[in-house]
């Protein structure tokens, strides 16, 4: 008994050391930028993951109570509600709540951790693991103070359904049955997007039952509990059936069922849909198109947002062992590592879906890498406690201990120390969404890039066309095409968008002509237009906006949210709408070049990437071939804070012009398109038709022109 007691006193005091050491790693954002006003608004650190504003927008609604249809907010989810009762409870503020939540939660992965190690009677192993896992690359970055998202309980609950499934299977308790199944309702409350994680975990145990333990109908138990969780059905539904089995599962007469109920568990999973979540996500991830084409009508060709996201793309190796391990050959020891520990420990196989799921990033992207992380940190902490039992006196064990676990650790916090990432929004940017907020109504559209959606949704309280999760390369296109193209044209696709918009969240909300309502849903709004106006290419149709076409009925204002800090992603922003969408051929790409590392010499001005301003000549020389000038703009403010140019015309036959913006000492060659686009002439030269916008608000970083039209 006191052993126990030894022993359960020791499993607390690691995991209370390593939850310690994970949350001040995480402190140090906080110590580097403490006082630092423009990542602070209203005297509280702002959250650095544009995807937080989702869910903090939705907390919000919650405790106001104040919500609408069709404004995307995420008042029904997981992340919003857990964050509105935490801050119902607790006695902090709501900003101070969403940016240090994520550091608090996911330290709690070192619970699990510990647990599982001391089911194999290695509480060390659990220890030096739970270390690592809690401060490697990935995990860190995706869960330090003010990455308010998901990731902070996305690891924490799989890594306990994996402790509950290994500690089901060592033991064969019932209350493991409910423990599991319970993990698994909320790991899917929490993020729908795990269904196939669970599959492979269900996938294994079977494969593991069958190899190694096929008569036992404990197993079995297991697996059908499991897969009444898992089935793709409301999860009001599936708590029930779980509570249900679980007590006629304790029930001896209901053993003699137990094949029968894994049969039909099996049966209900392909009813409910079964492969069909894992297969949409495999295709997002692993079978990206560069396209997107729609199915109906027009069968309209888009661009497709995932040859964009750095977290989608692939990676090199080093970078993937780094964010796995923090350096490559602490990750090459972590894999021969958990080789060795399944060899001792067999059950440890069980782990295998988290490290395919994070191996899978060398393919689908580094977002993937952070599963890999607590599975890895038990390999390499494995081999470190193996060796330590080869040393002479105890003296060196622990001493061996604490210098590989210090060596392992170190390049991680090397990263961390050094991970100064900015908020999504410094607060001038902010406080122009702030004034917004009084100017613009509920109804109103605020239209930016996708970026910016959320941000400009949770401070401003307006709507907006595109954001973190409505981006969609058909949704995407029309904003493009505002952002990228001459403003006469841009100003009547703004209108046209957001029109479209409301007409189709009309005829869905009423439900009254569903023939109609399944027409405009299944359409995009670009389709939709085409074919208002009677063209049967969308070709035709984009070239009417020059024209004086008759728009919809105004029924709300809409405003452009033009920061400066777009600038340096405009030529992404442009291939979204730089095709043919009748045939997917992409257009002629437009100029453009951004340069703030700049060196002046006598007679040339040095842009970088092999491009030079001759500046006797007004010559701009390209990758070795001379290209003429045909304007040098060079903006500034004056003393009231007014932006004033210089434009000085040299060859009117040239084709790119040179714009130096002295306040962001930043130079631009673009193309004459690029330069009649609405972004370079309202935000860069604030050159516009009083007659179809209004300048609303502005400063430095960002500027904010209200549609009259």
Wanted: aromatic share 16%.
């Amino acid at each position: 008994m006191n052993n126990i007691s030894s022993q359960t006193k020791l499993t607390v005091g690691y995991i209370v050391i390593a939850f310690a050491f994970s949350v001040a790693m995480r402190m140090i954002w906080v110590y580097h930028f403490s006082g630092f006003e423009p990542y602070m608004f209203n005297g509280q650190f702002m959250i650095n993951t544009n995807d937080g504003y989702y869910w903090a927008e939705g907390a919000r609604d919650i405790l106001s109570g104040v919500s609408q249809k069709n404004d995307y907010s995420s008042i029904t989810t997981a992340t919003s509600n857990l964050t509105a009762f935490f801050v119902y409870i607790l006695p902090f503020s709501f900003e101070s709540i969403i940016f240090y939540m994520p550091a608090v939660l996911s330290s709690l992965v070192v619970v699990p951790i510990v647990l599982i190690a001391k089911s194999i009677d290695n509480l060390e192993l659990g220890f030096i693991a739970a270390l690592l896992a809690s401060v490697a690359w990935s995990y860190y970055n995706r869960t330090m103070v003010g990455y308010y998202d998901t990731d902070m309980l996305n690891i924490v609950l799989p890594m306990f359904l994996l402790w509950s499934i290994i500690w089901a299977i060592q033991t064969n308790e019932d209350k493991y049955l409910l423990i599991t199944a319970l993990d698994i309702l909320v790991y899917r409350w929490w993020y729908p997007q795990s269904y196939a994680l669970e599959f492979s975990f269900f996938g294994l145990i079977l494969l593991y039952t069958l190899i190694w333990d096929r008569k036992n109908l404990y197993n079995y138990k297991l697996l059908a509990i499991m897969m009444f969780a898992m089935l793709n059905i409301d999860g009001f539904i599936r708590f029930p059936i779980v509570i249900g089995l679980y007590y006629a599962f304790k029930q001896e007469k209901f053993q003699k069922y137990i094949y029968t109920v894994f049969a039909i568990a099996v049966v209900a999973f392909f009813v409910t849909g079964g492969f069909d979540p894992i297969w949409y996500r495999l295709k997002i991830y692993v079978f990206k198109d560069t396209l997107m084409v729609t199915k109906d009508g027009l069968s309209l060709h888009f661009y497709s947002v995932m040859q964009t996201i750095r977290e989608a793309g692939q990676i090199p190796f080093e970078t993937f062992a780094n964010r796995i391990s923090g350096h490559t050959i602490t990750l090459i020891l972590s894999i021969v590592g958990y080789i060795y520990l399944v060899y001792k420990h067999r059950i440890m196989i069980l782990g295998l879906p988290m490290i395919g799921l994070g191996f899978l990033a060398l393919a689908g992207g580094l977002r993937f890498t952070i599963y890999a992380v607590p599975l890895m940190a038990f390999g390499i902490a494995f081999l470190i406690t193996e060796l330590s039992l080869e040393m002479p006196t105890k003296k060196l064990k622990y001493l061996s201990i604490i210098a590989f676990t210090l060596a392992i650790l170190y390049p991680n916090y090397k990263h961390i120390d050094s991970y100064k990432v900015p908020t999504v929004f410094d607060v001038d940017e902010v406080k122009v969404l702030d004034k917004l907020k009084t100017i613009a109504g509920r109804e109103d559209y605020v239209i930016s890039w996708w970026d910016y959606g959320y941000p400009i949704r949770y401070y401003g309280d307006v709507k907006t066309l595109v954001d973190g999760g409505k981006h969609s390369g058909s949704v995407n296109f029309p904003v493009s095409y505002v952002l990228t193209n001459p403003p006469h044209e841009a100003a009547k696709m703004a209108r046209l968008d957001v029109e479209y918009t409301e007409k189709a969240f009309e005829i869905r909300d009423r439900n009254i002509d569903l023939e109609e309502s399944k027409r405009v849903i299944l359409k995009t709004n670009i389709e939709e237009m085409t074919k208002s106006y009677g063209f049967k290419d969308t070709n035709d149709f984009l070239d009417s906006l020059s024209t004086d076409i008759k728009l919809p009925s105004k029924t709300r204002d809409i405003y452009l949210y033009l920061p400066f800090r777009m600038l340096s992603i405009y030529p992404t922003v442009k291939v979204f709408s730089n095709l043919n969408l009748m045939n997917g051929e992409q257009k002629r790409e437009p100029f453009f070049f951004m340069s703030r590392n700049f060196k002046e010499t006598q007679n040339t001005i040095e842009l970088g990437n092999g491009i030079s301003l001759n500046k006797a000549q007004g010559i701009i020389n390209i990758g070795g071939e001379k290209v003429g000038v045909k304007r040098i703009v060079t903006t500034y403010y004056d003393k009231n804070a007014q932006l004033q140019k210089n434009i000085r015309m040299i060859n009117y036959n040239s084709p790119v012009t040179l714009i130096y913006m002295s306040a962001y000492k930043t130079f631009l060659v673009v193309d004459e398109q690029t330069y009649n686009s609405l972004y370079i002439q309202l935000m860069v030269l604030e050159e516009y038709d009083r007659n179809l916008f209004e300048q609303v608000l502005t400063n430095l970083h960002v500027k904010v022109y209200k549609l009259k039209i």
